[in-house]
């Protein structure tokens, strides 16, 4: 289990990845080629993966994301020290707050 800042970042085996999972159409990558975990509205800031792979992603905001690194990848962020993550699959869960009336990510 990984965790940097509002991320955590759980290995999953691949044969628990739902099929709904493996059928979601990869995330964008931003204009660095990044799969960009998570940005900070405030700061810019991202959380942010540079390797080979595919960050699947629904629509709902509160559902967890998967990662797919077949080769392992870095992750980074300008505030935070860089983990090195093993090939395999991932559950990457975004720390939730409330607010009155909602419950919503993170966001720096």
Do not use: C, N
């Amino acid at each position: 289990m990984y965790r940097q800042g509002d991320i955590l970042i759980m290995p999953v085996p691949e044969e628990e990845v739902p099929q709904a999972v493996r059928d979601l159409p990869p995330a964008p990558r931003d204009d660095r080629g990044r799969m960009v975990l998570a940005l900070g509205e405030a700061t810019g800031h991202a959380h942010a993966i540079a390797a080979p792979g595919e960050l699947l992603r629904d629509s709902d905001p509160l559902v967890p994301d998967h990662l797919h690194l077949p080769s392992g990848g870095r992750l980074v962020h300008e505030e935070h020290a860089v983990i090195s993550l093993p090939k395999g699959w991932f559950r990457v869960v975004r720390q939730r707050e409330y607010v009155p009336g909602a419950i919503r990510v993170v966001a720096d």
